[in-house]
């Protein structure tokens, strides 16, 4: 027996993620039973609370045999290969997934009664339940959580199998788990009070944890949408969507330059710019080619052309009001980073400070000598490749330069710790080296 009940329960699993508090986190229960475990969890890390609503779709004449799960949104994963198994048709699979949003969509009401969700898009969300015996309902849970825009998924739960890593794959970021028994058969075995959840406490606890996050002046409603209104970047002739975010008293702004495949929504980029925010420090996502462009897979990999929205986006940003007179930084990822460190070598760019996250630094080619900016490299320390690329590069740097090796890291940060510590090496980066410039300086 390790817990009295679940909010005990709640209270020892809060102890072991410590290291969330303060990240902006966001904690989802899972209903019914998850909820109190995961309203401990939330006032521990003074994290907005709000539940993870997911609807098994089964296999029609084998409702147990899961073929796919919905979560709010429209949000929806398919396991193709059941649908084939089971030979489900596409009919089939409409109807159960028309009754099973039903059901989703009243307990979204009766729970939340008449709120909106908790933004979740770019953040660490914190899975939590009350236990993990099959890992069906958790596995589920971090899909519905990713597939909604989660930087990052991590699964925490009081008590599981000792196996239990194994049965969850890699659908979490990050497994906390601190009792994993032998002797596991259920859940229910290690709490003294196992009694039923029922929906009137899923409720209490959601308006508690509301009335809480209200009374400490820290309202969830900051994240229930989009933190500022999308703004049209213009570059040249061409007009491109973009995300303009502005603390109070912000001492510059950071321009992100995407990757291949990636856009001003990129979950990891949002991430970062949440911890620039935080920092102080102005952000602006936009996309460096239209959705046309990124048809044709040359523009991704066209350095100059990249290069050279930067720098119009750059011109763009300087002639708005509320930016001028605030230093300039760029923060690019794979081909991004090599159209920011281009960018950045231009005469007169003035831009304070270049981060690269994963980079192809080399791509800037014979640009490299000339860049002045002070120049911060990030690599995984798995991604054998492109560190050797960024070594190579950061040789022909004449310029203040560092190259930060995350250990363990892969391409994508992925790794449990490694996108935090992208962020705070960003984060340092910049402020370290932006400082607001005179309006006079054009």
């Given at each position: 027996?390790?817990?009295?009940?679940?909010?005990?329960?709640?209270?020892?699993?809060?102890?072991?993620?410590?290291?969330?508090?303060?990240?902006?986190?966001?904690?989802?229960?899972?209903?019914?039973?998850?909820?109190?475990?995961?309203?401990?969890?939330?006032?521990?890390?003074?994290?907005?609370?709000?539940?993870?609503?997911?609807?098994?779709?089964?296999?029609?004449?084998?409702?147990?045999?899961?073929?796919?799960?919905?979560?709010?949104?429209g949000v929806r994963v398919i396991n193709e290969d059941v649908l084939r198994t089971a030979r489900v048709t596409p009919d089939e699979?409409?109807?159960?997934?028309?009754?099973?949003?039903?059901?989703?969509?009243?307990?979204?009401?009766?729970?939340?009664?008449?709120?909106?969700?908790?933004?979740?898009?770019?953040?660490?969300?914190?899975?939590?339940?009350?236990?993990?015996?099959?890992?069906?309902?958790?596995?589920?849970?971090?899909?519905?959580?990713?597939?909604?825009?989660?930087?990052?998924?991590?699964?925490a739960v009081p008590v599981a199998p000792q196996a239990w890593t194994a049965r969850l794959g890699g659908d979490a970021d990050e497994?906390?788990?601190?009792?994993?028994?032998?002797?596991?058969?259920?859940?229910?075995?290690?709490?003294?009070?196992?009694?039923?959840?029922?929906?009137?406490?899923?409720?209490?606890?959601?308006?508690?944890?509301?009335?809480?996050?209200?009374?400490?002046?820290?309202?969830?409603?900051?994240?229930?949408?989009?933190?500022?209104?999308?703004?049209?970047?213009?570059?040249?002739?061409?007009?491109?969507?973009?995300?303009?975010?502005?603390?109070?008293?912000?001492?510059?702004?950071?321009?992100?330059?995407?990757?291949?495949?990636?856009?001003?929504?990129?979950?990891?980029?949002?991430?970062?710019?949440?911890?620039?925010?935080?920092?102080?420090?102005?952000?602006?996502?936009?996309?460096?080619?239209?959705?046309?462009?990124?048809?044709?897979?040359?523009?991704?990999?066209?350095?100059?052309?990249?290069?050279?929205?930067?720098?119009?986006?750059?011109?763009?940003?300087?002639?708005?009001?509320?930016?001028?007179?605030?230093?300039?930084?760029?923060?690019?990822?794979?081909?991004?980073?090599?159209?920011?460190?281009?960018?950045?070598?231009?005469?007169?760019?003035?831009?304070?400070?270049?981060?690269?996250?994963?980079?192809?630094?080399?791509?800037?080619?014979?640009?490299?000598?000339?860049?002045?900016?002070?120049?911060?490299?990030?690599?995984?320390?798995?991604?054998?490749?492109?560190?050797?690329?960024?070594?190579?590069?950061?040789?022909?740097?004449?310029?203040?330069?560092?190259?930060?090796?995350?250990?363990?890291?892969?391409?994508?940060?992925?790794?449990?710790?490694?996108?935090?510590k992208v962020t705070d090496l960003a984060r340092d980066w910049f402020t370290d080296h932006m400082a607001p410039v005179p309006h006079?300086?054009?």
């Amino acid at each position: 027996m390790f817990f009295r009940d679940r909010r005990d329960a709640g209270r020892q699993l809060a102890a072991r993620l410590g290291h969330l508090k303060g990240t902006e986190a966001v904690v989802l229960g899972l209903p019914r039973g998850g909820v109190p475990v995961a309203a401990e969890v939330a006032e521990a890390l003074a994290a907005p609370l709000d539940v993870c609503l997911v609807r098994k779709l089964g296999v029609p004449v084998q409702p147990e045999l899961g073929m796919g799960a919905i979560g709010e949104g429209g949000v929806r994963v398919i396991n193709e290969d059941v649908l084939r198994t089971a030979r489900v048709t596409p009919d089939e699979l409409a109807r159960v997934e028309a009754r099973e949003r039903e059901v989703l969509e009243s307990r979204a009401r009766r729970y939340r009664a008449g709120r909106e969700p908790v933004g979740t898009q770019g953040r660490t969300v914190v899975v939590v339940d009350d236990g993990v015996a099959t890992g069906s309902t958790a596995r589920a849970a971090c899909r519905i959580a990713r597939a909604g825009g989660a930087a990052r998924i991590v699964l925490a739960v009081p008590v599981a199998p000792q196996a239990w890593t194994a049965r969850l794959g890699g659908d979490a970021d990050e497994l906390v788990c601190p009792h994993t028994p032998w002797d596991f058969s259920a859940i229910g075995q290690f709490y003294a009070d196992f009694s039923q959840t029922d929906d009137d406490e899923v409720v209490a606890c959601l308006e508690e944890a509301v009335a809480r996050r209200r009374n400490t002046g820290r309202a969830e409603s900051r994240h229930a949408g989009p933190e500022d209104p999308e703004v049209d970047v213009q570059a040249g002739a061409t007009v491109l969507r973009g995300k303009l975010t502005l603390p109070e008293n912000a001492t510059g702004v950071v321009l992100f330059a995407h990757g291949s495949g990636s856009s001003r929504h990129s979950p990891r980029n949002r991430f970062v710019a949440l911890g620039l925010n935080r920092a102080g420090l102005g952000t602006l996502l936009f996309d460096l080619l239209t959705e046309e462009e990124e048809a044709d897979r040359a523009n991704v990999f066209d350095t100059g052309l990249l290069a050279r929205r930067l720098a119009d986006a750059t011109a763009w940003l300087r002639g708005r009001p509320e930016t001028q007179g605030l230093a300039v930084g760029y923060f690019g990822a794979s081909t991004g980073a090599a159209a920011a460190l281009w960018a950045a070598a231009e005469p007169g760019a003035r831009i304070a400070a270049v981060v690269s996250r994963g980079g192809r630094a080399d791509l800037a080619g014979p640009r490299l000598p000339t860049v002045n900016a002070p120049t911060l490299l990030i690599v995984g320390g798995h991604d054998e490749l492109v560190l050797d690329l960024n070594r190579e590069a950061q040789a022909r740097l004449r310029c203040e330069s560092r190259l930060a090796v995350v250990p363990g890291a892969t391409h994508l940060f992925e790794e449990p710790g490694a996108l935090e510590k992208v962020t705070d090496l960003a984060r340092d980066w910049f402020t370290d080296h932006m400082a607001p410039v005179p309006h006079a300086a054009h």
